[in-house]
């Protein structure tokens, strides 16, 4: 089992549903237990799908997962915000900085395992 802790994006996602946790409390009766669930969840989700790609020999495809989850998660925070679910514009400014600073790291990481690859390939290349 490869160790995650020390990952940057780990932290912040741990960060994010931390976060979610506290903001969903102050939402409405009836967007604490809709969408505030919803988002919780997501947040949750987040943080079990890096552990995952980081336990992966290919990390690639868990990579992709994970941006095609966290699309869906900055799609329930604007639909929130749509809503007026979040007390404060801080609140949802607060969330969608978190959410877009674990997206940038996940690209970043998909990033430097396309360099990977495409050094060993030009390795190979030149060896034969």
């Not at 020390?6 to 102050?26: Q, S, W």
């Not at 947040?43 to 790609?53: D, E, G, N, P």
């Not at 966290?70 to 809503?83: C, D, N, P, Q």
């Not at 007390?87 to 970043?108: D, M, P």
Request: glycine share 4%.
């Amino acid at each position: 089992m490869a160790r995650y802790e020390h990952l940057p994006i780990y932290r912040d996602a741990l960060e994010l549903a931390v976060h979610f946790e506290k903001i969903v409390t102050g939402f409405s009766r009836y967007h604490k237990y809709t969408l505030g669930s919803e988002l919780r969840n997501a947040s949750r989700k987040t943080v079990t799908l890096i552990i995952q790609a980081n336990n992966q020999v290919d990390k690639t495809a868990g990579l992709l997962v994970l941006r095609d989850h966290l699309e869906e998660t900055l799609l329930l925070i604007r639909i929130a915000k749509e809503t007026k679910a979040f007390k404060s514009f801080n609140a949802y400014s607060h969330i969608v900085e978190l959410t877009a600073k674990v997206c940038r790291q996940n690209e970043g990481w998909l990033k430097s395992l396309h360099a990977k690859t495409v050094n060993k390939a030009d390795k190979s290349a030149r060896m034969s």
